[in-house]
């Protein structure tokens, strides 16, 4: 799996966009940029996945740049109930969803201020 | 559809007590595993299971036993608590298939303490 580089945390002030960035410039051509968040003292949740297209779903929108090196996890109107950490994690899809292996680091820790 | 359903939530041992941690999902899913949490850190994989009947070791295996005998289940044994195993514990599952949109589904964890 590519190796990914977030902000450790960030604040965002509530029902503003969240605008959360992760670094992969080593990532190889076959491999997708995947999006998980964990709320406090929760289970890590699924939010999004692209390859090099943008990505919109009920949750958040995926911006990945052309050279694929970097891209933007977008929470458009961000509530008290995103305060989360978030983690960016790079790989090919893996059967399972990678249940037997995903990788995460530390991410982001995205508060939501009132 | 409960996803995925661990139990206890909270559990407190005493040093070389034995204890099984219960994972359920009602997904159908092949691949399920086991991972743990320290505070401050990200997720590492303990064992994982591709189906019934097969599982393999991940990052920390050690002091951990597990089995499959169902695709619903994969409870998730401490033989002699140690309290380098004072963790968060998560269950996860997922679909078999390459398909890039496969996600995987996570418990709400159990939070082991040993003293």
């Known amino acids: 799996d590519a190796k990914t580089t977030q902000p450790p945390s960030m604040d965002c002030a509530e029902g503003r966009a969240a605008n959360l960035p992760c670094n992969h410039s080593t990532i190889s051509g076959n491999e997708y940029v995947y999006w998980y968040r964990q709320i406090h003292s929760q289970g890590p949740q699924y939010i999004i996945h692209g390859l090099k297209n943008n990505e919109t779903n009920e949750m958040a929108s995926l911006i990945i740049t052309e050279d694929r090196k970097s891209s933007t996890l977008i929470l458009p109107h961000a509530t008290l109930r995103d305060t989360a950490v978030y983690y960016c994690?790079?790989?090919?899809?893996?059967?399972?969803?990678?249940?037997?292996?995903?990788?995460f680091g530390k991410g982001t820790h995205l508060i939501i201020q009132p | 559809n409960a996803g995925v359903t661990q139990t206890p939530k909270f559990q407190v041992l005493k040093t070389g007590q034995s204890m099984t941690l219960q994972c359920a999902q009602d997904m159908n899913h092949e691949y399920m595993s086991w991972y743990r949490q320290d505070p401050g850190m990200g997720l590492r994989l303990i064992h994982y299971s591709v189906g019934a009947g097969i599982t393999d070791q991940g990052e920390v295996p050690n002091g951990y036993n597990v089995s499959r005998s169902t695709t619903e289940d994969f409870p998730l044994r401490l033989l002699s608590a140690a309290p380098s195993q004072t963790s968060v514990y998560f269950c996860?599952?997922?679909?078999?298939?390459?398909?890039?949109?496969?996600?995987?589904?996570f418990g709400q964890g159990t939070r082991l303490t040993v003293v």
């Open positions: 996860a599952s997922g679909r078999a298939g390459t398909s890039p949109g496969t996600e995987a589904f």
């Open positions: 994690i790079v790989r090919v899809p893996y059967s399972g969803g990678g249940a037997d292996g995903l990788t």
